[in-house]
């Protein structure tokens, strides 16, 4: 009978099970070229590893994220320049509209080209991207961000907050803008005004007749005139300039109900300076006597819903008989020519912001390219098995274990009679 224990069988098959098992990684490394990371042999490795792979996936989606910000912004891009162009052609119809020797027709004509500008305008400022964000809706999610009412004004319902995406741990870049600081509120000495409302000053002054803004001397052959201020409603804000001589009188009042004898009263208030008086006759008509030589009305402003062109008319008081007509100062075709201007400089404006954030989100990109080389190679580094330190320890595992079966046999192979020979 051989010689052997039920744990002397064990403890062989467990040296022969770890060893083989032990092979059978190191065999796999040396195969695949990749080290076996184990957390009691190498935690530190493991660390780093693990660092290393966060690093990774936080630079991919940064560089995700880059590539995605030039996408948009060159989208946008395209969007400013189209918005350019479409100025570019507002601004040669403001030139070649402003010819009081236009006729109906031709006046006609360019109300219809101003209109097809709008809704261009309107169409690009609601121009979605490619993943369907609007391009101006700001953080809103509005799907049509801008939207024309039938009396043809444009609102703006979009969010006044522009969307940003992270392109560097430390840097976030615009993805698109609000339409409020694109459309709607575009700067001016005398204040904001939208682009919208250029075009709609610009279809209201081909429908009036055009003047420079200011009338003729009203005291050319006679020390008096009647004005007649446009209806006001409920309520309106009615401004304007007289020029009485050397001295001018500024005239800004709120009119409730077509009673104008506050503007009456706020000229009066000057006469002593002015030598000029007013008195409202109650049909919107202020009647204008003095001792002067020279009189004249500039600078009109009608803030109200009650009337569509609002004017300031010289009439005749004999018939009634419209003399001239003095039409608000935004119908001017200088003040609209130069509103146009600055819009165009707004966007220009607007488009190098948009090329200095793709420029910042390319910087981006290539940094990110960069440091996911070098997190690579790191990676590659902890991962790579070391083929001679690996070849030489499976060489000495499998002489171990040629020498541990040949013991095993040996001893196996002996019977207590050998040993009591």
Known sequence: MTIGTTRFFGNNSELFSKLNTELQSLQ???????????????????????????????TSQLLSNSQRAQTDLEIMDVAFERLQNLLVRLQELAVESSNDTLTPEERERFVIEASMIKTELVDVANQKDNFDNSLFGGVSGVEKPFQQGANGKVTYLGSSLAKEIQVTPGLAVRQNFSGLEVFQKINRPDGEFSVFEVVDDLIASLKVDLNSGKSSNLFASSQSATIKLPNT???????FTIEAGEKTINVSQDIFGNDFSAVASAINSQTG?????????????????????????????????AVDDPTILVVNPSDGTTKESVAQKDFQSEIIR?????????????????????????????????????????ISEIKDADLATILTQLEFLMTQKDAAQATFTRVTSKSLFDFLS
């Open 273 to 305: 300076a002015t030598g000029l008086t007013a008195n409202f006759n109650g049909n919107n008509e202020l009647v204008l006597t003095g001792n002067l030589n020279d009189l004249k009305i500039s600078e009109f402003k009608y803030k109200g819903d």
């Open 338 to 378: 130069s509103k146009i201007s600055d819009s165009f400089e707004h966007f220009a404006t607007k488009r190098a912001e948009v090329s200095a954030a793709a420029r910042r989100a390319q910087s981006a990109e290539v940094s990110a390219q960069d440091i996911l080389l070098v997190l690579e190679e790191d």
């Open 28 to 58: 796999t490394q040396a195969g695949t070229g990749k080290a076996e990371l184990k957390l009691a042999n190498n935690i530190g490795d493991i660390s780093k590893l693990s660092a290393a792979e966060e690093k990774k996936s936080e």
């Open 233 to 239: 409603g409920p309520k309106a804000n009615i401004s």
